[in-house]
C-alpha cells in the first residue's frame, strides 16, 4: 500500500506535539532492521522496521491517510492523489515525452535533408 502513495503530505508528531511536516514523494518502502526512516529534500525513504505498526484511517471528508507508529511517535502520510491518478499522470507524461522525441527527430531529418539537397546544387 505504501508503496502507490506518491505525493504525500507527511506530519511528524511525538503526543500530541507537532515535530515537523511538509510535503514529499514517497520514494522507496523497504524493510531493514539495520536502516532508519529518511525525509531528505522532500523525499521519504520509509523503512516499515522503524515503526511498530501501521494504522489505515479515514478523516471526515472520507480520505485516506496512513499513521506509521512507534510508541508515542507518529509518521501520518495523506496522499495527494491516488495510485490511478498517478498511473495516469506518469501514462501521459510518458506519451507527452515520445511525441516530443517524435517532433526532434523528424525535425532533424528535415534539417538532414535540407543539407543533402543544398549540398548536390
Given at each position: 500500500m505504501l508503496t502507490d502513495l506518491g505525493r504525500v503530505h507527511y506530519t511528524?508528531?511525538?503526543?500530541?506535539?507537532?515535530?515537523?511536516?511538509?510535503?514529499?514523494?514517497?520514494?522507496?518502502?523497504?524493510?531493514?532492521?539495520q536502516r532508519s526512516t529518511?525525509?531528505?529534500?522532500?523525499?521519504?525513504?520509509?523503512n516499515v522496521d522503524s515503526f511498530d505498526y501501521l494504522e489505515l484511517k479515514q478523516?471526515?471528508?472520507?480520505?485516506?491517510?496512513?499513521?506509521?507508529?512507534?510508541?508515542?511517535?507518529?509518521?501520518?502520510l495523506i496522499p495527494h492523489s491516488t495510485p490511478l491518478q498517478e498511473r495516469r499522470e506518469r501514462q501521459l507524461s510518458a506519451c507527452a515525452?515520445?511525441?516530443?522525441?517524435?517532433q526532434v527527430l523528424a525535425a532533424r531529418w528535415d534539417a538532414e535533408l535540407d543539407d543533402d539537397c543544398s549540398d548536390s546544387f
Open positions: 511528524y508528531t511525538q503526543g500530541k506535539k507537532l515535530l515537523s511536516e511538509g510535503e514529499g514523494d514517497v520514494m522507496e518502502v523497504f524493510g531493514d532492521p529518511l525525509v531528505v529534500n522532500n523525499a521519504l525513504y520509509l478523516s471526515p471528508q472520507k480520505e485516506t491517510y496512513f499513521d506509521l507508529v512507534q510508541e508515542e511517535m507518529c509518521l501520518r515525452i515520445e511525441a516530443m522525441m517524435d
